[in-house]
């Protein structure tokens, strides 16, 4: 049980600290917009199809959700498009 013990504080207090393990490095200005790109097209279009769908629910018309299904519609077809070229968070 001893020799148990003095192996984990052994491997605990020899492990070197998190800011020599992982450096951190400061994400360029072209990185930072292209995540933001992705995150405003995608959550653009969420919120355009919850109005959209508000508007047709409350009203019962599809003209009054007409221009909020739209902007919808070329929102996610941009999210889309920023997903295949990979603009989102795993493109580092």
């Given at each position: 049980m001893a020799t148990i013990l003095k192996e984990i504080e052994s491997t605990v207090f020899t492990a070197e600290p998190a800011d020599e393990a992982f450096p951190l490095t400061e994400p360029s200005l072209l990185v930072r917009l292209r995540k933001f790109l992705w995150v405003w097209s995608g959550m653009f279009s969420v919120a355009c199809l919850a109005l959209a769908f508000t508007g047709f629910a409350a009203l019962g018309a599809f003209e009054a959700a007409?221009?909020?299904?739209?902007?919808?519609?070329?929102?996610?077809?941009?999210?889309?498009?920023?997903?295949?070229?990979?603009?989102?968070p795993d493109s580092d």
């Open positions: 007409a221009s909020n299904f739209l902007g919808a519609v070329v929102s996610g077809g941009l999210f889309g498009v920023a997903s295949l070229l990979r603009f989102g």
